[in-house]
């Protein structure tokens, strides 16, 4: 690339970033269509429903079609949300996708993809396989990056907004929660760079940051003590020891019972960041309490972060 269509790229996104911060106008949603991953429960649920309530042609991704998160959607929207089987680690199901999505387009085309798929599991590094590993990575990252690879010459033509549901735990380290922030770690990294590329092609890039949202999704994956001693071969069981394995599921088990009850302030950011003319790079989503100290936590001190998140793993 030579130097002068490198500074014509770079000059496009900077007028293309100043002309977003001078009007701050709600999208009208008439003619446009959004997709969304993992819509048979949690954030996707609620989501599709509230762009659907809005006029937006919704093409709701969902594991199961036939279960009973995608048929509540049928039975509580109206005839502009359509469901899509979509599990985003199957290139086949991603590929039937693109091709009903395009066959049902409506005027003004696809104007945002929001990746919200995602799993999530506890448990200590040394209490994991590379299948478990592998697993949550196949899910969490690799599906967003399949969904996006797929319909972002969609997106780019309408300009529109690609959405990626993260985590604290992308900059957040935690007791148990290494295999999740592995996966939401390498998609914040793909969403970064996906934001600069898309920049001299005018489309945004959002990514939403939920903090404990566990009660308000059921994401978090509940098992008892006896399901991880279970799982470990004899040597690790003497290594840790039952008392240390209880232990870690009592704490675990107390994190799930505070807290958000209540999806609405993620609903809230990815509305914002389909709709707005001038959608946040980030979405921090935590307590006020919280609030600060999240926003320091990246730029915090190696020595001083660990102390924070052993304090952390001890509350």
């Known amino acids: 690339m030579t130097l002068l269509v490198r500074v014509n790229l770079y000059f496009v996104a900077f007028f293309n970033l100043i002309s977003s911060y001078r009007s701050n106008h709600v999208l009208d949603s008439c003619g446009h269509a959004v997709l969304i991953t993992g819509c048979d429960s949690g954030f996707g649920?609620?989501?599709?429903?509230?762009?659907?309530?809005?006029?937006?042609?919704?093409?709701?991704?969902?594991?199961?079609?036939?279960?009973?998160?995608?048929?509540?959607?049928?039975?509580?929207?109206?005839?502009?949300?359509?469901?899509?089987?979509l599990d985003v680690t199957r290139d086949e199901d991603l590929q039937q996708a693109k091709k009903m999505v395009q066959e049902n387009l409506p005027e003004k085309g696809l104007w945002a993809v929001v990746n919200n798929a995602g799993i999530s599991d506890w448990a200590e590094i040394e209490w994991s396989t590379i299948e478990d590993f592998q697993h949550m990575v196949d899910v969490n990252l690799f599906g967003s990056i399949r969904t996006s690879i797929t319909f972002l010459p969609l997106v780019r033509a309408s300009k529109g907004r690609m959405v990626f549901v993260s985590s604290i735990f992308s900059f957040f380290y935690c007791l148990n929660m290494g295999a999740y922030?592995?996966?939401?770690?390498?998609?914040?990294?793909?969403?970064?760079?996906?934001?600069?590329?898309?920049?001299?092609?005018?489309?945004?890039v959002s990514i939403i940051?939920?903090?404990?949202?566990?009660?308000?999704?059921?994401?978090?994956?509940?098992?008892?003590?006896l399901d991880i001693w279970n799982k470990l071969d004899d040597e690790k069981k003497r290594i840790f020891g039952r008392e240390y394995i209880d232990l870690a599921n009592d704490y675990f088990t107390s994190t799930c019972r505070v807290?958000?009850?209540?999806?609405?302030?993620?609903?809230?950011?990815m509305l914002h960041a389909v709709t707005s003319a001038r959608p946040k790079h980030r979405y921090l989503l935590v307590s006020t309490m919280e609030m600060f100290f999240f926003s320091i936590f990246p730029y915090l001190p190696t020595l001083l972060a660990d102390a924070f998140t052993d304090f952390w793993g001890c509350c």
């Not at 649920?45 to 049928?74: I, T």
């Not at 592995?182 to 092609?201: Q, T």
């Not at 807290?259 to 950011?269: E, M, Q, S």
């Open 259 to 269: 807290g958000f009850k209540d999806a609405d302030p993620v609903i809230a950011a």
């Open 181 to 204: 922030s592995v996966s939401k770690r390498g998609l914040e990294a793909f969403a970064d760079c996906l934001r600069v590329e898309m920049a001299s092609f005018g489309v945004k």
């Open 45 to 85: 649920h609620r989501l599709a429903r509230c762009l659907d309530q809005k006029g937006f042609v919704v093409f709701a991704g969902c594991l199961s079609p036939e279960g009973a998160g995608a048929q509540s959607l049928v039975r509580q929207s109206s005839s502009n949300l359509k469901i899509l089987k």
């Open 209 to 225: 940051q939920p903090g404990n949202f566990g009660q308000a999704t059921n994401i978090l994956k509940r098992k008892t003590a």
